[in-house]
């Protein structure tokens, strides 16, 4: 345990694999007590022994952020379990590739609950924790981290509705860090290029149907043509970003494979 973020209190989504489980352990390993959140509460429990094992201090808190309750209510339980919350980082997602013609309604609307609704009701439920973190010690400032995508950058075919959710990510987080700037809450969007995470993996039988052979081209990233990033590889950018001084705000990271094109 390195200590550097040693009395702060970190909430993680889409903890129970990927990118959320690397971050978890990541902020834990800096000193955060963390509190792990998603739906499969079999793996937030391993992860929490894990780290309270490590030597740092964990809560495996199961629920679905698309249900504004149950965001509000881990957000809680979180802050009655330590007293306070200084970091959140919103990184519950999910990715439906495939045309807008003829496309799975039902997938979009899965999409917009998680990526857009779910971290609006996480960061809603955090933002008054947060801003009483940034008056109080051991740090005097919070950091909120969104995990968007370099989809948040620029659309391409066959992921219309993927890119239009992480364009309103990145919408939002922009607009709350020029409300609270001033506050000592620092809001930074993430953009990672193509990871090795599960993201991709959970498919329906109808979006699968709607996977083309020119949709999946346009993916190559998924197909192994070259080396991805790892979870932990952005999860040490989280760490990163923050564990900067108090006068320094990282509000936008942008990071790709370095062979990645776009």
Known sequence: MTG????TVAL?????SGIGEATARELAARGAAVAVVARRADRLKVLAEDIRTAGGDALALDADVTDEAQARDAVE???????RLDILVNNAGVA????????PVEEWEQMVRLNVLGQFYCVHAALPHLLRAADDGPRRVADLVNVSS???????????????TK???NAFSESLRQEVAGRHVRVCVLEPGAVATELFRHRTPEVQRHRTPEVQRQHAPEAGRFER?????????VGYVVTRPRHVAMSEVLMRPSEQER
């Open 150 to 164: 370099v989809s948040g950058r620029t659309a391409r075919k066959g992921a219309g509705v993927y890119s239009a």
């Open 12 to 16: 993680v989504t889409g903890a129970s």
């Open 77 to 83: 339980r979180a802050v009655a379990n330590w007293g």
């Open 96 to 103: 439906r590739l495939g045309p807008i013609v003829d496309g």
């Open 167 to 169: 364009h309103a990510v």
């Open 229 to 237: 990033l790892r979870p932990e590889d952005v999860a040490d950018t």
């Open 4 to 7: 550097v973020l040693y009395g």
